[in-house]
């Protein structure tokens, strides 16, 4: 895996680079490239920024807009892997649900998910996915030490990988996913993200939507929606809360 902070991340056939400035939200430019019919199956918008990976992805599902939002676990899953074939081995990758992902139990990144505002049990025209990855310390926040909640692959021991490095190894690891979400559908996702899933068969207290949450971390249903068992049922928060809609 070459190194070099000028480069620009070469793809793997099926995808296409669409670069956006530094600072640019490559999530949000891909959102208005959709909704402008300026985009298409494939394209990868990435960030020219090398202190964060930002990468968003369009989709074209064949599927309802619930079960393609299956895509939100695809992300995580990939970018584990992906991260696991090109970083140090004692450095693991965790996840929170609903589209956190973690470094020894700090936040370094976040899965992101779009699509046109439509029912459920539609099939949408594209799908955008999102990923962002801090790379470098955001020199806007604390000093290294005095944020426990969040932290970057520098500070955890892999400041050696750099933006191009991650943006190629992540969208190869993502068509791998992919096609094995299309032939297995969602159980081998379902299984890798849980197996790292912060919390998982404990008992947890989750603040959603403004309400507090406590119970045992069940696991997640085919729509990714959070089961928690409590006292005297079981409660299902839905991860279709955090998706961003676009015409909504």
């Not at 070099?4 to 430019?29: C, Q």
């Not at 649900?97 to 594209?126: S, Y």
């Not at 008992?203 to 309400?211: R, S, T």
Request: proline share 6%; net charge negative.
């Amino acid at each position: 895996m070459r190194s070099n902070l000028d480069s620009e991340p070469t793809f793997p056939p099926l995808l296409s680079g669409r670069a956006v400035a530094a600072g640019e939200d490559a999530f949000a430019a891909a959102l208005g490239a959709c909704t402008g019919g300026d985009a298409g199956a494939g394209d990868v918008f990435w960030s020219r920024s090398q202190g964060v990976m930002d990468v968003a992805v369009v989709l074209e599902p064949e599927v309802s807009a619930t079960r393609s939002l299956q895509m939100l676990f695809v992300a995580m899953v990939a970018f584990g892997d992906s991260f696991g074939a090109i970083g140090p081995p004692e450095v693991g990758v965790f996840y929170r649900w609903p589209n956190q992902m973690l470094i020894n139990d700090a936040r370094f990144g976040e899965a992101r998910v779009g699509l046109p505002d439509v029912p459920g049990d539609t099939v949408p025209d594209w799908l955008v996915v999102g990923l962002t990855v801090q790379i470098h310390p955001d020199e806007s926040g604390p000093e290294p030490g005095h944020d426990l909640l969040n932290t970057s692959l520098w500070y955890e021991g892999a400041g050696e990988i750099d933006r191009t490095m991650l943006v190629e190894s992540y969208s190869r690891h993502l068509l791998t996913w992919i096609n094995k979400w299309g032939d297995d559908g969602f159980k081998p996702v379902h299984e890798n993200w849980l197996g790292r899933a912060i919390g998982h068969d404990d008992v947890i207290d989750i603040d959603w939507n403004g309400k507090r949450h406590k119970g045992k971390f069940l696991s997640i249903d085919e729509e990714g929606n959070l089961l928690l068992k409590k006292k005297k049922d079981t409660a299902s928060l839905p991860v279709a809360d955090i998706v961003v809609r676009a015409g909504a």
